[in-house]
Nanobody, 121 residues
Framework: QVQLVESGGGSVQSGGSLRITCQYTYRRSYMGWFRQAPGKEREGVAVIDSIGSINYADSVKGRFTISQDNDKRTLALQMNNLRPEDTATYYC??????????????????WGQGTQVTVSS
């Protein structure tokens, strides 16, 4: 059974860093991070497939880094140079087939409960 649990969220000042982690029971072919701010749609942040191919949203390129450890069954997102606009609930997502739209939340079947990230100016 696929289960995803996020951890590591918190509050940080603008320019600071956080590392959030997704612990999973079974890896799926496509996994990644999404985020959702109050009143806004859930948006893709970074996706990585089973062989390590990565895609980032333009808004986080150069600041965020996604990584995986298959032996430990974890997916991580290192977030540097955080900005107030990064404030959101961050979710880990997974699916077993190539998504038609990589950053579309509707393409993913499995989801964690989310972890809150708050960035103050």
């Amino acid at each position: 059974q696929v289960q995803l649990v996020e951890s590591g969220g918190g509050s940080v000042q603008s320019g600071g860093s956080l590392r959030i982690t997704c612990q999973y029971t079974y890896r799926r072919s496509y996994m990644g991070w999404f985020r959702q701010a109050p009143g806004k749609e859930r948006e893709g942040v970074a996706v990585i497939d089973s062989i390590g191919s990565i895609n980032y949203a333009d808004s986080v390129k150069g600041r965020f880094t996604i990584s995986q450890d298959n032996d430990k069954r974890t997916l991580a997102l290192q977030m540097n140079n955080l900005r107030p606009e990064d404030t959101a609930t961050y979710y880990c997502a997974a699916d077993g087939r190539p998504p038609l739209f990589r950053f579309s939340a509707s393409q993913y079947t499995y989801w964690g409960q989310g972890t809150q990230v708050t960035v103050s100016s």
